[in-house]
Nanobody, 119 residues
Framework: QVHLVESGGGLVQAGGSLRLSCAASGRLTMGWFRQAPGKEREFVAC???????DYATSMLGRYTISRDNGGTTVYLHMNNLKPDDTAVYYCAASTRWRTGRRTGDYDYWGQGTQVTVSS
């Protein structure tokens, strides 16, 4: 069983930045998804244990996923935030050692952290 603990959400003005954290142990592929009110959960970014990263097209250049040297925490650095980025952001973990964009690619989920971007 993998327990994921997210942190770092909050309220930020448009153009600002936030860093989300997700604590998890193990050789896992880690992903970030988000879900806005009334919308389906959508892929944001993922990072394999070997360091391969994938991003949703709309996040390219603004979001960066990374992992600390100990491999216990995964970060999502979000820059130039827009009101459309407002959502609950979820951390997910997969025991499959490859990138994945579907929610079904992940075995474990965090509780979510709210990100609100004001205009």
């Amino acid at each position: 069983q993998v327990h994921l603990v997210e942190s770092g959400g909050g309220l930020v003005q448009a153009g600002g930045s936030l860093r989300l954290s997700c604590a998890a142990s193990g050789r896992l592929t880690m992903g970030w998804f988000r879900q806005a009110p009334g919308k389906e959960r959508e892929f944001v970014a993922c990072l394999t244990w070997s360091g391969s990263a994938d991003y949703a097209t709309s996040m390219l250049g603004r979001y960066t996923i990374s992992r600390d040297n100990g491999g216990t925490t995964v970060y999502l650095h979000m820059n130039n935030l827009k009101p459309d980025d407002t959502a609950v952001y979820y951390c997910a973990a997969s025991t499959r050692w490859r990138t994945g964009r579907r929610t079904g690619d992940y075995d474990y989920w965090g509780q979510g952290t709210q990100v609100t971007v004001s205009s």
